[in-house]
């Protein structure tokens, strides 16, 4: 039995930043995490699968690269080396995450923890011993979230055939064939992936577009880029039933009326992760749950539990690790009753995907403008007319920015194409911190760059591009 | 290893804190959770504490002055360690940290509100000498005392001053759509970061008006007036005034006996002399306005100017509003001449002939409905001025006189009076002194 200020269930993106800044401000602070710290981003999310992306990449570049004046003789591609390095990398940044749990001493409770009367919480440990510890301020569950199968139409997760991103992440060599289920980013990033490595991908998505929540014009340009690369892709498709054999899996796809069959050698199921809620004693606590079952907080991140606050994946979308650092960083601060702490800007989060070309976005996509009845203009710059993207032979997509026509206001901005991810946080403190259009282009652009872009969408929306 | 003393947040809406008094002397030994000094905050003096084990090596902030949360006010280190290079990097935390508050240079005081100058009579303070910060804020109950909500859209302190004239941090989206709505930024209150202005501010100023109107009546049971300029001056300013002023009332009744004897007087000595009553009430406020400079004072956000020439305005009831024409020096002008003044004004102001400098520069205000046969009433203070006085109808009352119930003419008149630069005591002196003068009219003439 211990006693600290704050105790975090889950170490994860939300949970290990929250603690180290509850730390920082001087509060005694512990996080229980069963698996290793980084939680899903550093192992089985985010980092990972950045590091296949790169493979990937690279594995174009080079089959590329004789146009280049550079080229690589007899390029072998090897999925299972590719996979020992995401590892690898993996283990890097949950090792760099200990050692600032070390550095700000915070104690890293390893088991399971669940919350135990009022203000503790019950660990766990791997030899099945409970320990209790105390927390005097708060608890904060950032349980995160898990992957889940489509048992409702045949496809229960089997780690052999029909696996989650969890297990396509430490497969040993690339599949033959796989169908991707679910264009949202993780399905998008292994289409990618896998493609790369020689697989012949089919991404099946139920709505009629790629990255649903983007914006229509970038997910089209997604689709056509994807589709050049040969990624069957299989848009507004209902999955009619799944036959689960050994080696193969037989899917039934209905399309537009039209039913097709398909077989592949692995299913990858990426529809969307489940919060983990269970086994943790939140009834019991009093904690209560959404309708979508996530977390019930408020705007202080606290649940409907006194003493019990809420952060990450488990506390609802966006499911981004980013969403949840900043949570984790408002709820230490709020704590500590720091002046003007600013909080959660839900409205301007920006969301990457990492597949090639690049998808990066923040704010509003045309068609919500048009639900929503806002008046807008659009600013749109391709990187086929930027000096620095023809340089790099990158020049698909282009720099989308939604206006306020009157004042300017950035309402959103979209951006697919090389380093797109990079690209848009330009656009992101914009809009953060209500610089308008103008402000941006009064910004110089240095030459050349792909930042460019941004600019010259800017003066597009103004009607004075130069370069287009 | 040293340990920074900084100047923290010891309640949850502080943004700076004023050293009232070091507890520990520089080469004092100190112990974790011993108390270093008092710092007044927006709420109380409480005490700030040690964080750690040492030798109180410096003093960084003197006594009387004033630092935002965060920036460095001492250094607690071991008796022999080289604190050079915190000490070095003060100012830069006190310039980051500095923000849109007032950070005192150390060589200026700093409290935002000085202690009454040596000579003015100390006021008889019933309220805890705590308002010393600017606009100090009613403490907003917080949701928990655990975990205060983060600072969300809906800030209920009133605007705080900017400081040095500056104009106030605000986004650059909030400037176009504050221009464009014809919007002060300086009266709308900040709740971005380190209190800027943004967007979401300028919506809530500018729907603040037409959300709070009464639901229209159907068609046919009212007529639309629109606004004149003067009536859209009148809401700003007097809105201005009840929200942000905290406003407190006090009433007096005098005996207008001899005054009326004066009056009488004056009027048999012919027409020329012939003064009002509202004219003698008007040179009475202006005579205790000079031995008060602490009531004839303007609120100045970060200070309080004390004036020692006597403005007066004067509220006069036109067509389509009010209009507060000044009478320039009244205490020193001759009971006729502020007649005959008050009388000129007046009629200018009905025609709609005043100039603006006839309108502006009042150090103090009265307001007078008793022609109306109000008996007594409140007026809304105009700003910056800290207070105002409302006078009644003279009347015919029964009082009581040395047992015997006796008519005799009263008037009533009640001041108003901001809280942040009036106290009880003080205000209730400056209308003593005017009752005097009232029943005593001799005393104007003296």
Redesign the interface.
């Known amino acids: 039995m211990a006693s600290y200020d704050v105790i975090f269930l889950g170490g994860g993106p939300a949970g290990y930043v929250g603690a180290i800044r509850c730390a920082q401000l ?1 509060m005694s602070t512990a996080v229980v995490e069963r698996e290793g710290l980084g939680g899903t981003c550093v192992l089985w999310g985010c980092i990972p699968a950045k590091a296949l992306l790169e493979s990937a990449s690279l594995a174009v570049h080079v089959q590329h690269g004789e146009a280049f004046g550079v080229t690589a003789g007899n390029v072998k591609l090897d999925y299972g080396v590719a996979m020992k390095r995401s590892r690898a990398v993996s283990q890097q940044n949950s090792k760099g995450v200990e050692f600032l749990f070390k550095k700000h001493k915070i104690t890293w409770l390893k088991g399971t923890g669940r919350l135990a009367g009022k203000k503790s919480v019950a660990v766990k440990n791997a030899d099945g011993k409970d320990e209790t510890h105390e927390a005097k ?2 608890i904060v569950i950032s349980t995160g979230s898990r992957v889940r199968g489509l048992p409702q139409v045949g496809l229960e997760l089997n780690k052999t055939t029909v696996l989650s991103s969890d297990e396509v992440l430490v497969l040993e060599r690339a599949p033959k064939t796989m169908a991707v289920i679910g264009a949202g980013a993780v399905g998008c990033e292994f289409a990618d992936v896998f493609s790369a490595f020689g697989t012949q991908v089919t991404l099946i998505e139920v709505l009629p577009s790629l990255l649903p929540l983007e914006d229509a014009e970038v997910s089209a340009e997604l689709a056509r880029s994807f589709k050049k690369r040969k990624i069957d892709v299989v848009t507004g498709a209902k999955i009619g039933s799944a036959k689960v054999g050994k080696d193969s899996v037989t899917l039934t796809i209905d399309v537009k009326g039209e039913s097709k069959t398909l077989t592949v050698e692995k299913v990858l199921v990426a529809t969307g992760r489940a919060p983990n809620v269970e086994d943790l004693g939140l009834k019991e606590a009093g904690v209560q749950l959404t309708e979508r079952g996530f977390i019930k907080i408020d ?2 991140l ?1 649940t409907t539990a ?2 019990i ?1 809420a952060i990450g994946d488990v506390a609802g979308p966006p499911m981004l690790a980013h969403k949840g650092s900043r949570e984790g960083i ?1 709820f230490a ?3 500590a ?7 959660v800007p839900y409205g301007n989060v920006p969301n990457a995907t990492y597949c090639h070309p690049e998808v990066a976005s923040v704010g509003f996509t045309e068609q919500q403008l048009k639900d929503k009845n806002v008046a807008y203009k659009v600013g749109k710059f391709p990187f086929s007319a930027n000096g620095r993207a023809r340089t790099a032979g990158e020049t698909e997509g282009f720099v989308k920015i939604l206006a306020d026509p ?4 950035i309402l959103g901005a979209h951006i697919i194409g090389a380093h797109a991810t990079e690209l848009i946080h330009e656009l992101v403190v914009a809009r953060e ?4 259009i ?2 941006v282009d009064l910004a110089i652009h240095a030459h050349p760059t792909l930042s460019e872009a941004i600019a010259e969408a800017t003066l597009d929306a103004m009607g004075r591009v130069i370069h287009a | 290893m040293a340990t920074k003393v900084v100047m923290e947040a010891l309640s949850p809406t502080m943004e700076e804190g004023r050293l009232v008094k070091w507890v520990k002397n520089e080469g004092d030994t100190v112990a974790k959770g011993e108390v270093l000094a008092e710092v007044e905050t927006d709420k109380a003096v409480m005490e700030l504490v040690a964080r750690g084990d040492g030798v109180l090596r410096k003093r960084v902030l003197g006594e009387g002055q004033t630092a935002p949360v965060g920036q460095l006010v001492g250094v607690i280190a071991a008796a022999d360690e080289d604190i050079g290079s915190i000490l070095s990097s003060a100012p830069a935390a006190a310039e980051t940290a500095g923000g849109g508050a007032a950070t005192a240079a150390p060589a200026t005081p700093a409290a935002p509100a000085a202690p009454p100058t040596p000579g003015t009579p100390a006021p008889t303070a019933t309220q805890a000498p705590a308002a010393t910060q600017a606009p100090s804020a009613p403490a907003p109950s917080g949701p928990a005392p655990t975990a205060p909500a983060p600072s969300g859209p809906a800030p209920s302190a009133p605007v705080p001053p900017h400081e040095n004239g500056g104009r106030p941090r605000s986004s650059p989206l909030a400037r176009r759509l504050a221009s464009d709505r014809g919007l002060d930024l300086g009266r709308v209150q900040g709740s971005g970061p380190g209190g800027r202005i943004i967007k979401r501010d300028i919506e809530a100023a500018s729907t603040a008006g037409p959300s709070a109107a009464p639901r229209p009546a159907a068609a046919g049971d009212y007529t639309d007036v629109p606004l004149t300029q003067i009536r859209k001056t009148i809401a700003r300013r007097l809105t201005e005034s009840i929200g942000p002023i905290p406003t407190f009332y006090l009433t007096m009744e005098a005996d207008l006996t001899r005054t009326a004897e004066l009056r009488q007087a004056m009027t048999e000595a012919g027409n020329e002399f012939k003064v009002s009553f509202n004219d003698i009430i008007l040179k009475a406020v202006a005579t205790a306005l000079a031995r008060h400079p602490e009531v004839n004072a303007h609120w100045l956000g970060d200070r309080v100017r004390q004036f020692h020439r006597v403005h007066l305005g004067m509220a006069v009831a036109i067509e389509d509003g009010l209009i507060t024409p000044v009478l320039f020096d009244a205490d020193r002008k001759g009971l006729g001449e502020l007649s005959q003044e008050a009388r000129d004004l007046a009629a200018k102001a009905r025609a709609r002939k005043l100039t603006p400098n006839e309108y502006t520069g009042s150090t103090f205000s009265v307001s007078n409905l008793g022609m109306f046969g109000i008996g007594q009433f409140t007026a809304i203070i105009n700003p910056p001025e800290s207070g105002i006085v409302a006078v009644g109808a003279v009347e015919e009352r029964p009082v009581v006189v040395d047992g015997q119930v006796v008519v005799r003419k009263r008037v009533r008149f009640t001041m108003s009076c901001d809280h942040r630069v009036i106290d009880g005591a003080t205000g209730a002196r400056f209308l003593q002194d005017v009752r005097r003068m009232l029943e005593n009219p001799l005393m104007i003439v003296y």
């Open positions: 001087g301020k708060a705007a202080r606290a006194e003493g606050y408002v601060e709020t704590l009753g720091l002046p003007h702490v600013q909080p009157k004042y300017g206001e911190n209500e610089l308008t103008e402000e």
